[in-house]
């Protein structure tokens, strides 16, 4: 009993140690949204990424803050789209409704820094 502990003890924190290690090695994407790297913009150090996104039309889009320090904001004026995306956070936007077409898109805090993008409707 007593020489047994120790070593079931060692191999148990082996095994947390793997496991942890291969969760944040491989972020798992929703399961449901398989496609989600394609509908996907990042807000980071106040700029798009990518700052021209195409989508099929029906698709929404999800707008990823890295810039924790900061809110940032999700704008197309002719479609009447206006998102807010507080610092570190995730917003899902509705662009479903949009026709064909190319719309600019803007950060409204950061505009005149720049913070604007094109979305492609195809
Ligand atoms: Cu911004």
């Known amino acids: 009993m007593r020489t047994k502990a120790p070593a079931v ?33 990042v807000t980071q150090n106040s700029r798009f990424v990518p700052s021209e996104l195409t989508i099929s039309a029906g698709q929404e889009i999800q707008v990823q803050n890295k810039d924790t320090d900061r809110e940032h904001n999700f704008s197309i004026t002719s479609a009447s789209i206006e ?33 604007t993008g094109k979305l492609t409707v195809q």
Do not use: R, W
């Open 9 to 41: 003890a060692m191999l148990f924190v082996i095994g947390v140690a793997c496991s942890s290690s291969n969760d944040t090695t491989t972020p798992q994407p929703s399961p449901t949204e398989t496609a989600s790297s394609d509908t996907t913009l």
């Open 83 to 115: 998102k807010d995306i507080e610092g570190g956070e995730n917003e899902d936007v509705d662009t479903s409704e949009l026709a064909t077409g190319t719309y600019d898109f803007f950060c409204k805090y950061h505009q005149s820094q720049g913070m």
